[in-house]
């Protein structure tokens, strides 16, 4: 049978991560209870505030059991707000704000600035196959440090699309993979581009195929 790939839909791209997992092939549905979390292969946590997100999943008594399905290896991917609540530690976060603890790195909320700092920008991702992979950085995150079992997917250039230099942004890991924990600081659902996701699916089919 194939698997079924979940969106958390609490806040965020919820209709455009649906979108864009059923174009890859897969059965794609919106999960906002654990009954539903329990009913998916896996799951994709979209942008949206991280903060307000977190207290959600407490809300929805979602918190403990994403946490133990993403412990026992479940596949997920998140973006922007999905990695800031994969990461196992977060700067710049409230002293309340509960994590997910998918992946060995720590993230800085906010990292890029506010709203009106939003920018893309063109990024090579490791095992997305073609041109480079159009990024759109809305209040994102980055990754200030990584464990060693995670693997860096994707860092910001030293120039910009509008040929601004990046700063103390460039050079920045800003898509990351551990085992079957994918995360983007961007927003591949907004810009058409299926890629990121249709590598995230590729995970979700080798994972399920082999258990």
């Not at 159009?134 to 994707?154: C, D, K």
Request: hydrophobic share 45%.
């Amino acid at each position: 049978m194939s698997p079924v790939i979940g969106v958390l839909a609490l806040q965020g791209d919820v209709r455009e991560h649906l979108a864009a997992v059923s174009a890859c092939g897969l059965r794609a549905v919106p999960v906002r209870r654990p009954a539903e979390l329990d009913a998916v292969d896996a799951l994709v946590i979209p942008g949206g505030e991280s903060t307000t997100m977190s207290r959600l999943l407490e809300t929805f008594e979602l918190l403990d059991p994403l946490r133990g399905r993403i412990g026992a290896g479940m596949p997920a991917y998140g973006s922007c707000a999905g990695m800031i609540l994969l990461a196992s530690e977060v700067l710049n976060g409230r002293p309340d704000q509960k994590q997910l603890g998918g992946l060995d790195v720590v993230v800085r909320r906010n990292a890029f600035g506010r709203q009106v700092d939003s920018f893309e920008t063109d990024l090579r991702v490791d095992g997305v196959p073609g041109a480079p992979v159009r990024a759109v950085f809305i209040r994102a995150p980055w990754v200030e440090s990584a464990g060693p079992g995670v693997q860096v997917l994707a860092t910001v250039p030293p120039v910009t699309l509008t040929g601004a230099p990046a700063g103390r942004a460039a050079g920045r890991a800003v898509a990351v993979r551990q085992g079957a924990v994918l995360a983007t600081s961007f927003h591949p659902e907004l810009t058409g581009d299926g890629r990121v996701h249709a590598l995230f699916c590729s995970i979700v089919r080798e994972l399920t195929a082999a258990a």
